[in-house]
Antibody
Framework: EVQVVESGGGLIQPGGSLRLSCEVSGFTFSSHWMHWVRQVPGKGLVWVSRINRDGSATSYADSVEGRFTISRDNAKNTLYLQMNSLRAEDTAVYYC????????????WGQGTAVTVSS | EIVLTQSPGTLSLSPGERATLSCRASQSIDSKFLVWYQQKPGQAPRLLIFGASSRATGIPDRFSGSGSGTDFTLTISRLEPEDFAVYYCQQYSTSRNTFGQGTKLDIK
């Protein structure tokens, strides 16, 4: 069964750091681009970051550029999101998402991990 | 950054009716870069359409996508009760893969 499972969310003070992890199973991780998408409950989807298959190319939304770092370990089938200098507006559920192969889009989403930035 | 504007914000229809949802891009994009998702309350989004018009695996044929350039459309030919949800478009034309703000399809 294809699965992506996020972990690492929680309550963190403004200015703090958190690292999210996403363990995948049931597919060849190294064959897929991977993304992080976030959503404030009741609000819309916001694309955060993406990484290519071997980790050599990354992109970020303007709102997180310079504060967040996406990375992956293909040997461990794990995607990461290092989040530094966290702000209240980073509060959201963070989804780990698998990219399609051979087309643009994403087809497997985790259930998300909640991040709350508050003092 | 490409901005995607979806309209209407909310669409109220009855089962059996036809739904037409719009996604307008702030600059022209190749249709291969445009996708549509459906999200129901408490669930993660589900891919419906990729490449502007190709249905994802398992998506019923009442869902169809069309469009080019800056104007794209998701059409649901005959609404089923399970189709009432929020729909998002997303673009992959640039390195920042922005979403539209969503259209909520609710029961009239």
């Amino acid at each position: 069964e294809v699965q992506v499972v996020e972990s690492g969310g929680g309550l963190i003070q403004p200015g703090g750091s958190l690292r999210l992890s996403c363990e995948v199973s049931g597919f060849t991780f190294s064959s897929h681009w991977m993304h992080w998408v976030r959503q404030v409950p009741g609000k819309g989807l916001v694309w955060v970051s993406r990484i290519n298959r071997d980790g050599s190319a990354t992109s970020y939304a303007d709102s997180v550029e310079g504060r967040f770092t996406i990375s992956r370990d293909n040997a461990k089938n794990t995607l990461y999101l290092q989040m530094n200098s966290l702000r209240a507006e980073d509060t959201a559920v963070y989804y780990c998402v698998r990219g399609l192969v051979g087309a643009y889009g994403t087809d497997v989403w985790g259930q998300g991990t909640a991040v709350t930035v508050s003092s | 950054e490409i901005v995607l504007t979806q309209s209407p914000g909310t669409l109220s229809l009855s089962p059996g009716e036809r739904a037409t949802l719009s996604c307008r891009a702030s600059q022209s994009i190749d249709s291969k870069f445009l996708v549509w998702y459906q999200q129901k309350p408490g669930q993660a989004p589900r891919l419906l359409i990729f490449g502007a018009s190709s249905r994802a695996t398992g998506i019923p044929d009442r869902f169809s996508g069309s469009g080019s350039g800056t104007d794209f459309t998701l059409t649901i030919s005959r609404l089923e009760p399970e189709d009432f949800a929020v729909y998002y478009c997303q673009q992959y034309s640039t390195s920042r893969n922005t979403f539209g703000q969503g259209t909520k399809l609710d029961i009239k």
